[in-house]
């Protein structure tokens, strides 16, 4: 079975651009979430969807949203890009809410 | 205030030298504890869930174990192949928010 997958895997931007990251869920899985990985750090929460409604939000400024669609896949968008903003972003897709979430590879963005 | 202190931050062992790493945590009320292997620029690798005091898990050399307050991943006759970063999680309390660890950064040499 096919895994996590996330498109496109690099992405470089500059500053004030708008950036669409998108993710496809394991068959099945009904929650995605989205993840902001800076160099030596863990995964930092930024969304969480389960049957196409937010059910939870970190703490990332109004430029950051997200939507999950009918057959479960997401996109993170993020608006007015910072130089702070360049780091590894991960969907991960469970089947429900607080079960084992499994991630993608990443999309590596660099915001110049 | 909810916290995931992994320990130590970095560990080299020689092949075949056992060794464990430290997940400590501090939420209320744990519902599961998650343990992930993560490769440079590639996204985490699930290992375990853990969700009570006293579950313990094993694959191949890789043991997870978890107490009402830590959590530790034991690691028996390490191979290079397990070179990796080592990160732990809990959802924060009343909350879906997963919480990450910085992580260990485990060098196997051979």
């Known amino acids: 079975d096919a895994g996590v997958t996330q498109s496109p895997t690099h992405l470089i931007k500059t500053r004030g651009q708008h950036v669409t990251l998108r993710c496809s869920p394991i068959?099945?899985?009904?929650?995605v979430s989205w993840y902001q990985q800076v160099l030596g750090q863990g995964p930092q929460f930024i969304f969480q969807y389960y049957e196409k409604e937010e059910r939870g939000r970190g703490n990332f400024p109004d430029r950051f949203s997200a939507r999950q669609f009918p057959n479960y896949s997401s996109e993170l968008n993020v608006n007015a890009l910072l130089l702070g903003d360049s780091a590894l972003y991960l969907c991960?897709?469970?089947?429900?809410?607080?079960?084992?979430?499994?991630f993608g590879p990443g999309t590596r963005l660099l915001v110049l | 205030e909810d916290q995931v202190t992994q320990s130590p931050e970095a560990l080299r062992l020689q092949e075949g030298e056992s060794s464990s790493l430290n997940c400590s945590y501090t939420v209320s009320g744990l519902r599961g504890l998650f343990w992930y292997r993560q490769d440079p620029g590639k996204g985490p690798e699930f290992l375990f869930t853990l969700y009570s005091a006293g579950e313990e898990k094993e694959k191949e050399r890789l043991k997870a174990t978890l107490t009402k307050k830590e959590s530790f991943l034991h690691i028996t006759a390490p191979k290079p192949e397990d070179s990796a970063t080592y990160l732990c999680?809990?959802?924060?309390?009343?909350?879906?928010?997963?919480?990450f660890g910085t992580g260990t950064l485990l060098a196997v040499q051979p």
């Open positions: 991960a897709s469970s089947w429900r809410v607080l079960e084992t979430q499994y």
């Open positions: 068959s099945g899985h009904k929650s």
């Open positions: 999680a809990v959802p924060r309390s009343a909350t879906n928010k997963l919480i």
